[in-house]
Structure formats: structure tokens, C-alpha cells
């Protein structure tokens, strides 16, 4: 079956009844006093956004926003795929996939979606398709095991294929950082250029340069990460299926382990949009499942061949570059800012499309 077929998001009221419903029956954890973060996702805060949830937010409105760019289905590789498509009205538009990462969605790109469509004063405009991944969201949930970065681009290289695209760029950010330079090596012919705003090298410590300023930072960077932050990365590798009886269960448990990446200075509107997506199409178990297929998946070993662009943002994972060629042979840009997170898109979507633009206009 290789049709398209025009999609519409509706989510029945009874969806929403009973999720209010648990958000006024809350069953709090208890907590020690002052701990903050020490122990992970502390009361408070969590009862200053599930307030916020439970009276304020409206996910209607965020239906229509999304309803307002044109959606389509269709089934690659035995998986239902949703996404927005969003042509520009510039005839000689290039196509660019955009993928995003966990615990996101395609909510993740709406604020870049008008600023990449319309023509900039370089006369670059792009044609958008924003896939929900395998698994997440109006994606899923999957039924099959294997949904790894290499299989989710072979998808995607089938999916452009589809709608008609011969030559594409890819973009992404977390997962889809690891996705969209795999599709440039699974559609070589098609993909122009692949930008990134992170590049995750495997590197054990001892090959860190210590002596190098920039290389020490990194590591104890990363080291820090892994100490105080990775506990989702961990269990999702390991037992993703038994955090997801109680996530799948308790929509104030999803957001609180969800806020293990979404903890900083993020809008509540954004964060609980991004875990609406999750909760309302039943995806919290396959969508954390990519840990655990990505652990156990072997990639190429040889590096990634086109051409590449970095867009590192301040408070996220920094790349060491000597590194970051070792798997990537064709590294064309690489502009570090002093702004915004692990959003880019969302939180300085003004710098992340003039990137793009300076990315792809020399690639068209």
C-alpha cells in the first residue's frame, strides 16, 4: 500500500475528559525538603505546570494550529507514517525533511515552518516535510522491533521518493541529528546536504586532548551529563517497557520524566503540547523504544560522505570537531552560538533558519 492519504487531526473529547479528569486526581510523590533537582523532577514545579495544564492550556488550539498545515498518512515498510507537507510558493523551492527527536514532535518545528517556506533575501525558500518518527506521535505507536536510525532513513528516502522529490536536503535535531545524516547515506544521489544541530560521536575519555581547552570543556561537559542528567538515556536502553506501564497511565508521570530534558527556561505551552502528542496517541512506550533499537543496532563504519552543517547551540551537547570528522568526511559549516538550548527551533528559530539558508543556498 503506497498511497497518500490527506490526514486531519481530531482528538475525541472523551481523550481530553479523561485526561482532565487525571489531572485532578493527582496522587503527589513525596519529597525531601530543598533537594531541588538532586533527586530528579522536584513537586513543585511540577504542580506549577500541571496547574497550568489542567486550567489554562488548550489543546484545541493547538489542534488548529497544527490542522492549519497540510497532513497526509501513508504506510512505508509496514508502519503508518504521518506528516506535514508544506510546499512553499516558490516554484523552484528546495525540498528539506525535517526530524525531530524524543521526547519532541513534529510541535518542535512549528515556529520555523512560515520563515523556511517564504523566499528570504537570498531567494532560498524550502518545500517542508516533517515526518512524525516511527513511533511517535500520529506515527504510531510501532509494532515491530528493529525501528532504528537506519531503518527510520531508509523510510524516509522512500517517503521523498513518494512525493516526488529527486534532489532534498535533510535537517534535524536530537534523533534526528543521528537520522538525517544516515539518510544522506542511504539516499547518496538524492540528498544534497545534511544539517544538524548536534553531532554525537562515540569517544571514550581518554581520547579527549586534556591539554586543549576546548577539549577538556567537552569532556567534563559530557562527563557531568552522564553523571547528573542520562537516567533516561539508561533505562529507555534497557527497560523502556517498564517505565512505560506507569507513563502510559499517569500524565503528570509523563510530563515529569519528560522535564528531565525539557527543564529550563521552556514555555509551558511548548513543553505540554510536546507531551500531549505523546499522551493522546498512546506512543509513551514506542516512542522511548528508539533507545533501546538504536543501542542494539550496528552502524556503518564508515563515515557519513555529504555535505554537513553544524548549528551548536549554547546550552546543549558541544561537538569536538576533530572528532565529529572522523564520522562525518565532509563537514562544510560548523557555527557555534552563545544563545538558546536544546530547542533551537523552538527557542531562536530566527538563527537556526538563517543557518539553513547559509547552509543550503550554495547546495540547491
Known sequence: MSEIEPYRIAVPQAALDDLQYRLEHVRWSDEIDGAGWDYGSPVAELKEQVEYWRTRYDWRATETRLNAYPQFTTTIDGQRIHFLHV???????LPLILNHGWPGSIAEFLDVIEPLTTPGDDGIAFDLVIPSLPGFGFSGPTSSRGWNPQRIAAVWAEL????????????GNDWGSDIAPELGR???????????????????????????????????ELEWFQEN??????????????????????????????????RGDLDHDFVLTNVMIHWLTGTVASAMRIYYES????????????????????????????????????????????????FAAHQEPELLVDDLRSFFTPLR
Do not use: C
Open 229 to 262: 542528567m542520562d537516567a533516561y538515556g539508561y533505562l529507555q536502553t534497557q527497560q523502556p517497557q517498564s517505565l512505560a506501564h506507569a507513563l502510559t497511565d499517569s500524565p503528570v508521570g509523563l510530563l515529569g520524566w519528560h522535564n528531565l530534558i525539557y
Open 160 to 171: 521523498m521518493r513518494r512525493l516526488g522529490y529527486q534532489r532534498y536536503g535533510a535537517a
Open 295 to 342: 543501542d542494539r543496532s550496528t552502524k556503518p563504519p564508515e563515515p557519513t560522505t555529504a555535505p554537513l552543517g553544524l548549528a551548536q547551540f549554547r546550552d546543549d551537547i558541544h561537538a569536538v570537531r576533530r572528532f565529529a570528522e572522523r564520522d562525518h568526511a565532509n563537514i562544510v559549516s560548523w557555527n557555534v552560538y552563545d544563545t538558546g538550548g536544546h
Open 87 to 93: 510546499r512553499s510558493a516558490r516554484p523552484d523551492a
Open 186 to 220: 542511504a539516499a547518496p544521489a538524492a540528498v544534497v546536504g545534511v544539517h544538524v544541530t548536534q553531532i554525537f560521536s562515540d569517544v571514550a575519555a581518554s581520547e579527549y586532548d586534556r591539554t586543549s581547552d576546548e577539549e577538556r570543556a567537552a569532556v567534563e
